[in-house]
């Protein structure tokens, strides 16, 4: 019997919410922090943290609430929410996890985990009745129709910066969103939900500043949903190095941390800006952001002297990441005090490693002299050492995309004694010994 309309609509909806309960569900279990139903807005504040640290993508929490039901919404989750939820699950997208919901592999074949398999049988329950109320929603409310589908070409998304290089940086964003059935639309500056702005259709600019160099892709939202969208490059001036803080980062002038080959963020650097080291150790971060000649993360070489110089009260564990960052996708590389492994993650684009489920104890190092790390992707494949020894490899091909930003981030201070990035160990596109 070929499906009316009504019943073709009713069929969609509930598959869908089937599929999204089945992931909020695998989310829970994977959490271990009992079921939803007793979090609390911590709980939710501690997910989108989490959620950012693994995936290297953002979703608030009142994104996050509103999934969970524990916020009114009118809307859909949009696809970019589903696509961040799978991933934070192993998956490379919502169309993944959903294939594999309704499609599950058999266990010979299969190479990532089923997310049936993690959850706790009893809780069918949960889906059983979520997927009953949907059903008699629907049919109370027969005359709910389809989300609105929208046009890119009825609307217009450009933008330019106020200055070729440095930080901060002002975009200055031009929209026609004339032809928007709603009232307000959202601008958003990068992947981050959190740094979206609310307007009236009838606004024809917008400007933004971004407060730190790399590579972000704007969004213009109608309806929450992504109906244009375009690349931005905030480039550096060479070197930049600040204190992560809001509203407004603190900067340092390169003249003020360049000593003795070294690029060099010292307390007696932060106690001059009013910035105390406790009882939270601030976080600190050293990078430059350019075009490097076309460089990909399929095939590159990097190679980083560097040394966690703070050890004190909150900054025990040393804690450091060095950032690849490219068009899409990231390269995380942790080091840290041997004792906090288990608090790090590892990312080489779409491979992840969490420190709580692999065993990331390679990456502990002794800060007391310079750490040597060193990463070198050949036709995809990526190695990683630190002093000289191969400590991870990615376990395929990475996707390969241009690589726009380098970045050191940790929570304490950080030296960096040469930082070097080419096509092949001897052939660089940017040597850097800080003389």
Not at 183 to 203: A, C, G, N, Y
Not at 257 to 263: D, F, H, N, P, Y
Not at 346 to 364: E, N, V
Request: with cysteine.
């Amino acid at each position: 019997m070929v499906r009316t309309t009504v019943e073709a609509y009713f069929c969609s909806c509930m598959d869908h919410q089937i599929v999204l309960s089945t992931c909020l569900i695998a989310i829970e279990e994977k959490l271990g922090w009992g079921a939803s139903s007793t979090w609390t807005h911590q709980d939710f504040l501690r997910l989108s943290e989490e959620i950012l640290e693994e995936t290297g993508q953002s979703l608030s929490y009142v994104t996050l609430k509103r999934v969970w039901g524990k916020v009114s919404y009118d809307s859909k989750p949009t696809t970019n929410t589903l696509d961040v939820l799978a991933s934070f699950l192993g998956y490379d997208n919502w169309r993944h996890f959903a294939s594999a919901v309704e499609h599950p592999p058999t266990q010979s074949k299969q190479e990532k985990r089923n997310p049936l398999d993690g959850i706790n049988r009893k809780r069918w329950g949960q889906i059983a009745a979520i997927s009953g109320a949907i059903v008699i929603l629907l049919l109370l409310f027969p005359s709910l129709e389809n989300e609105p589908q929208f046009n890119p070409d009825d609307f217009h998304f450009s933008s330019a910066t106020v200055r070729s290089v440095g930080i901060p940086n002002s975009v200055i964003f031009d929209i026609d969103a004339l032809k928007s059935p709603f009232d307000s639309i959202e601008v958003q500056q990068s992947w981050d939900p959190s740094l979206r702005k609310t307007l009236p259709k009838e606004q024809r600019q917008h400007t933004s500043i971004y407060f730190y160099p790399g590579y972000f892709q704007a969004k213009l939202l109608i309806g929450g949903k992504i109906v244009k969208e375009h690349d931005i490059h905030i480039m550096s001036d060479g070197w930049y190095a600040a204190v992560a803080q809001e509203p407004v980062p603190v900067y340092f002038q390169m003249e003020e941390l360049r000593t003795a080959g070294k690029l060099q963020l010292s307390e007696e650097a932060l106690a001059n800006k009013g910035i105390d080291m406790q009882p939270q150790a601030p976080v600190t971060r050293m990078g430059v952001s350019q075009d490097f000649a076309q460089l990909k993360t399929d095939n590159f070489y990097f190679k980083a002297g560097l040394r966690h110089t703070y050890a004190q009260g909150s900054a025990a564990c040393q804690l450091t990441y060095v950032y690849i960052l490219a068009e899409e996708g990231i390269m995380k590389i942790p080091l840290v005090s041997p004792g906090c492994v288990s608090a790090v993650d590892l990312r080489l684009q779409q491979y992840f490693w969490p420190g709580d489920q692999h065993d990331l104890s390679a990456f502990g190092v002794d800060f007391s002299d310079v750490v040597e790390l060193e990463i070198e992707a050949v036709r995809g494949k990526v190695k990683v050492r630190i002093n000289g020894q191969v400590v991870q490899e990615s376990p395929g091909q990475v996707s390969g995309y241009f690589i726009r930003a380098l970045d050191f981030r940790c929570e304490g201070l950080l030296e960096l004694e040469d930082v070097y990035l080419g096509r092949t160990e001897g052939d660089w596109v940017m040597a850097e010994n800080f003389e």
